[in-house]
């Protein structure tokens, strides 16, 4: 018979009392959702009148048009915020005080500051000196300034989450620091806290909805449009439900090819680690000095560096 370690095995009070729980559990839930379903019903939600709105193609069109704008902003806030955090991170790990110390600085502010008061600095607080943004690019540069200033920490924690042996095992190759940085440290890091890098993403494409504030026409601001149209009832909680469910869309499928990556990341890597022998050790090939008797030991490092 076998115990688990980690808690007791219940008993049949226990399993019967965790039963009656879960049903409950089931009923409240199903309560609450019919309870919510019926007000609904009452207050005339399910009248065709009120998702008459969605059943014209102007409207589909004007939805996907939203959409690029939406998936604009996200695509070039995303690529400059891995480069932006790429740039802060190394910055911090410096050795060098006049270039750490304001390169932290610089990430601690933009993380502390909230993205919509960037946007409304950018676009409203920019004119009162003579300087006006268009709406597009005080969403981009607010997303990049807070996203790359996150992504920054999380790549900072990668790295220093390695063994010190990894750095010390490029230095005694012969790389330099930034060797070490580029092709040791940073793979690495990448690769391990990839789930938080596409996590920090699907905040920043969430986040591309604060632009409705400064007028920037994306999703949420067409959503504001349809929910006051008199016409068909101003229908408020049908036009939040019809692009929330294109943003949790969007979330999915950028979260299913998070897991694509990260699956072609690790069969890439055990791939890699399937080619040692089955001792861990590398395998001597023919021409290799050691086996021959007059193999020197600069002949040995010489070809290892070569491969």
């Known amino acids: 018979m076998t115990t688990s370690v980690l808690y007791d095995v219940p008993g049949p009070k226990a399993i019967l009392r965790n039963?009656?729980?879960?049903?409950?559990?089931?009923?409240?839930?199903?309560?609450?959702i019919a309870f919510v379903l019926y007000r609904f019903y009452l207050t005339g939600q399910f009248t065709a009148q009120k998702w008459g709105l969605f059943t014209y193609a102007s409207i589909w069109e004007q939805i996907l048009a939203a959409l690029g704008k939406t998936l604009a902003a996200f695509a070039v806030a995303a690529v400059f915020s891995l480069v932006l955090g790429l740039v802060l991170a190394i910055g911090r790990l410096s050795d060098h005080a006049w270039v750490r110390i304001p390169v932290t600085t610089v990430t601690e502010l933009f993380r502390a500051m909230p993205v919509l008061i960037m946007m409304m600095l950018l676009y409203y607080g920019l004119p009162s000196v003579g300087i006006k943004m268009d709406p597009y690019w005080a969403v981009v540069i607010a997303l990049v300034a807070y996203n790359g200033s996150v992504l920054?920490?999380?790549?900072?924690?990668?790295?220093?989450?390695?063994?010190?042996?990894?750095?010390?095992?490029?230095y005694a190759i012969g790389l330099r620091k930034s060797g070490v940085m580029r092709l040791i440290l940073m793979p690495q890091a990448i690769r391990a806290m990839l789930p938080v890098i596409i996590s920090q993403l699907v905040v920043t494409m969430k986040d591309t909805a604060l632009g409705f504030i400064i007028t920037y026409p994306e999703l949420l601001y067409l959503a504001k449009q349809f929910s006051s149209n008199v016409q068909f009832g101003r229908p408020l909680l049908q036009s939040a439900f019809v692009i929330g469910?294109?943003?949790?869309?969007?979330?999915?499928?950028?979260s299913g090819v998070a897991q694509l990556v990260e699956r072609r990341l690790r069969s890439s890597s055990r791939g890699?680690?399937?080619?040692?022998?089955?001792?861990?050790?590398?395998?001597?090939q023919p021409d290799d000095p050691r086996m021959h008797e007059g193999g020197t030991v600069t002949e040995v490092l010489s070809v290892q560096r070569k491969r």
């Open 19 to 32: 039963r009656i729980l879960a049903v409950l559990t089931i009923l409240v839930v199903g309560g609450l």
């Open 152 to 170: 920054a920490e999380v790549l900072r924690a990668g790295i220093e989450s390695l063994s010190k042996g990894q750095k010390e095992a490029g």
């Open 245 to 254: 469910g294109i943003y949790i869309l969007m979330c999915f499928i950028l």
């Open 272 to 284: 890699q680690s399937g080619e040692a022998t089955p001792t861990g050790t590398v395998p001597v």
